[in-house]
């Protein structure tokens, strides 16, 4: 992967806006969803999908592919989004999101849809399997390289740390966690549900590789995932600090919009302030 330019740095800052466009009106018509989380993270799965991952959306079983496992399957809402525009199914398809017979639902179900490499819901799973897929690469001599999404919340949960463990143990150097790091819970703040801090000591004494970014900066991540690349002998974990809600103003940092959708006004007002950022970066294109 090779140093990002400015110019693609700004063409992936634009489809995020867009992910984020698609994702309000997705929400909208399945009348559910989560907004906060998903539109938070809209700058992370472009990065991936559309300059990270060594994927084909045309062979989604391609043997050598990236694996992105998402832990906290509840903000898979925008990661449909991103698999819809880098071509692994029609973006009309999104419309069917949590209707019945549909292939996108409220979580991710691995044998509906290509390129989905777990089933998740339960939170707290998706490290332990990120770390089978991870030996599995080494075990078979295989170059790929496993990333795994996880919610802040989700290191409430004790099999969450033992994985941690596993992880520095094998010396798992092609897994990489990126914790959304919103604050953020169905319950409030995660400081006052169950405080987490500090994350990165935690991560560091449990012998793990620590970088620290805004998640909202698409430069600074992409420099972390390159970062991390040239790790050895651990695995790496980036905590990414993110808005939840980012992007639409009476979202962000609120975490009533952790698990519900825009209604009509909101989703008209959503959508305005979204077209404006857009607007701010084109005129930087040009």
Known sequence: MEEITESKVLDLEEKAVEARQLLISTLLEAGSGHSA??????????AFYFYILNQDPQNPEWVDRDRLILSNGHICPIRYVSMAQAGYFPIEELKTLRKINSRIQGHPHRTALPGLETTSGPLGE?????????????????????????????HQEGNTWEAIMCAAKYKLDNLTVVIDRNNIQIDGNTEDVMPLESLRLKYESFNWNVLEINGNDIRGFVDAIQTAKTMREKPTCIIAHTVPGKGVDFMEN?????????????????????RTLQGKIRSEHQ
Do not use: R
């Not at 998903?38 to 799965?45: R, S, T």
């Open 37 to 46: 989380g998903p539109l938070g993270m809209a700058d992370i799965f472009t």
């Open 126 to 154: 998706g490290l332990s399997q990120s770390i089978g897929i991870a030996l599995a690469g080494k075990l078979d001599k295989k170059n790929y390289q496993v990333y795994c999404i996880t919610s802040d919340g989700e």
């Open 254 to 274: 609120d975490f009533t919009w952790h698990g519900k959708p825009p209604n009509d006004k909101e989703a008209k007002v959503a959508l305005a302030e979204l």
